[in-house]
Structure formats: C-alpha cells, structure tokens
C-alpha cells in the first residue's frame, strides 16, 4: 500500500502506478459527472465543452433543495451539496468516458467491475 500525491491533468502512466488499496491525495481540477450527463455525452451523442484529458470525474448524485423560483434560483432548485452515488450504475460508460474524453481517474462509491 503506497499513497500518492497527484495533481491533475495527470498522465496514463501516473495512472498506472496505483494499486488497490494505495491513498490519493487528488490537486487540481475534479469534474462532478451524473448519470444524465454520460447518457447525454455517449448516448445522445452531446459534446461537453470542458476539456477533461487527464482529470479526474467523480460520480455524483443530484443533492438540491426545492426553493421557491426566483432571480437567484430560476429553477426552482438551490444546491445543498455534492454527493458520491454507485458507480455501478454508471459503469458502462467507464471506458468511454476514459478513452473519448481522456478522463483518468474515476471517484465513486461502491465496486466496479473488471
């Protein structure tokens, strides 16, 4: 078990020199990803206009509190904070959020596969 200090955009090689079980301290840019992003990014075929080469994306779950709308919150929605979600569910899109848009770390909760 080792633990790392990276900071991103960080290259596949820095990558590959992690291990189960070694620590990361992560410097840098970390980008929130959802499921309704990577199923708007590789099933509906959108582009996103953050370059993510070499980053690190961490799954998250939708965590707003319902506020009436108003100029500051035209939604209707205030953020209340970020939250992890399984990464399970978002596994098929692993691969081609690494080799499309260069992502390469992931961040979540939960196992993935193989």
Do not use: W
Not at 16 to 45: H, P, S
Not at 50 to 58: E, K, Q, T, V
Not at 71 to 84: I, R
């Amino acid at each position: 078990m080792a633990h790392h200090v990276l900071r991103t955009p960080i290259t596949e090689a820095q990558a590959r020199t992690l291990r189960v079980n070694d620590t990361v301290t992560l410097e840098g840019t970390l980008f929130g990803i959802r499921d309704a992003n990577q199923i708007a990014l590789f099933d509906k075929g959108r582009s996103t206009r953050f370059d993510m080469r070499g980053h690190a994306a961490i799954h998250t779950a939708p965590n707003v509190k319902k506020v009436a709308p108003s100029p500051e919150h035209p939604t209707g929605y205030v953020p209340v904070c970020v939250g992890t979600t399984t990464s399970a569910r978002m596994e098929r899109f692993t691969v081609p959020l690494m080799e499309q848009l260069g992502v390469r770390l992931v961040v979540g909760k939960g196992g993935l596969g193989k």
